[in-house]
T-cell receptor, first 114, second 117 residues
């Protein structure tokens, strides 16, 4: 069964360091999403891509977060520099089409910033 | 703005009991979708159901059933004869159209369900 892949599964870093997360969506899925889930809360959308283009990054803290999907397939989310408040689960999801809201989620990367 | 409220933060029931998870939503859209996701301890979100706002029929899938009532803006989820494997955090979500032309999911804060053997 096709799945969304994410790595690493766990990341511990010190504040002010740079971190990067990788996501490989289900093959053929044009739309890719990055979510942040703070402990005890629901996921919140950070950025949405349609192929290689950003559709919505209104909730992405652009002073320290960046995301790219250069070839319209896999994607990288970067934080530089990391802050204590960035500790969270970062979830990647994909869907077949632009307005197809049936999203398939990966296992997530749990980030701890010390 | 769209909002999803899951007032039950944590629920514990004994195995084989039935349990209902509540979800209340707010939206100004006339067309929208409602979702339930399960998040086991491993972390991934598992899709359970999607419901179109025009379809108010209740749905049953095995031990799971969903009650959609537009009049009260609720989309409740019932597990019948609960099992230990049902222990997880359950999220209700609502899709919304954004100014960017996409659809975005707004999640509730989740209900942590613990099934006691």
């Amino acid at each position: 069964e096709a799945e969304v892949a994410q790595s690493p599964r766990y990341k511990i870093t010190e504040k002010s360091q740079a971190v990067a997360f990788w996501c490989d969506p289900i093959s053929g899925h044009a739309t890719l999403y990055w979510y942040r889930q703070i402990l005890g809360q629901g996921p919140e959308l950070l950025v949405q891509f349609q192929d290689e283009s950003v559709v919505d990054d209104s909730q992405l803290p652009k002073d320290r977060f960046s995301a790219e999907r250069l070839k319209g397939v896999d994607s990288t989310l970067k934080i530089q520099p990391a802050e204590l408040g960035d500790s969270a689960m970062y979830l990647c999801a994909s869907s077949l089409a632009y307005r197809d809201n049936e999203q398939f989620f990966g296992p997530g990367t749990r980030l701890t910033v010390l | 703005a769209q909002k999803v409220t899951q007032a039950q933060t944590e629920i514990s029931v004994v195995e084989k009991e039935d349990v209902t998870l509540d979800c209340v939503y707010e939206t100004r859209d006339t067309t929208y979708y409602l979702f339930w996701y399960k998040q086991p301890p491993s972390g991934e979100l598992v899709f359970l159901i999607r419901r179109n706002s025009f379809d108010e029929q209740n749905e049953i899938s095995g031990r799971y059933s969903w009650n959609f009532q537009k009049s009260t803006s609720s989309f409740n989820f019932t597990i019948t004869a609960s099992q230990v494997v049902d222990s997880a955090v359950y999220f209700c979500a609502l899709s919304e159209d954004t100014n960017f032309g996409n659809e975005k999911l707004t999640f509730g804060t989740g209900t942590r369900l613990t099934i006691i053997p």
